[in-house]
């Protein structure tokens, strides 16, 4: 069964870091764009960061200089680097398969396809 399995979500203060990653089950994620989505209680789901199958990396504003996107190809694993982190990135993260295109007046636009992962709760506080 094709699926993407998140892990290293949990408890984490103010300021801290954690590391968060996403394995490919009968799926290779080299194959395909990646990114990482999240949606905290009572907010619509967002787009945090995404990575293209030739290593491109995007991050939304939000995040940009804090969370970082990378590949393990040798572990068929997208890993998301948190770094200072903020109550406000207190959410659940889910990974998925991606599109990617260019955006009309510059930049790329990205969003979901259809291989989800269950996801992966992320709380900040002290």
């Avoid at 999240?38 to 804090?66: F, H, L, W």
């Avoid at 991606?98 to 709380?123: A, E, N, S």
Wanted: hydrophobic content about 30%; overall charge negative.
């Amino acid at each position: 069964q094709v699926r993407l399995v998140e892990s290293g979500g949990g408890l984490v203060q103010p300021g801290g870091s954690l590391t968060l990653s996403c394995v490919g089950s009968e799926i290779t994620l080299d194959d395909h764009a990646i990114g990482w989505f999240r949606q905290a209680p009572g907010k619509e789901r967002e787009g945090v960061s995404c990575i293209s199958m030739d290593g491109t990396t995007y991050y939304e504003d939000p995040v940009k200089g804090r969370f970082t996107i990378s590949r393990d190809s040798a572990k068929n694993t997208v890993n998301l680097h948190l770094t200072n982190v903020e109550p406000e990135d207190t959410a659940v993260y889910r990974c998925a398969t991606v599109w990617l295109r260019p955006r009309h007046g510059g930049g790329t636009q990205w969003g979901p396809l259809d291989v989800w992962g269950q996801g992966t709760q992320v709380t900040v506080s002290s």
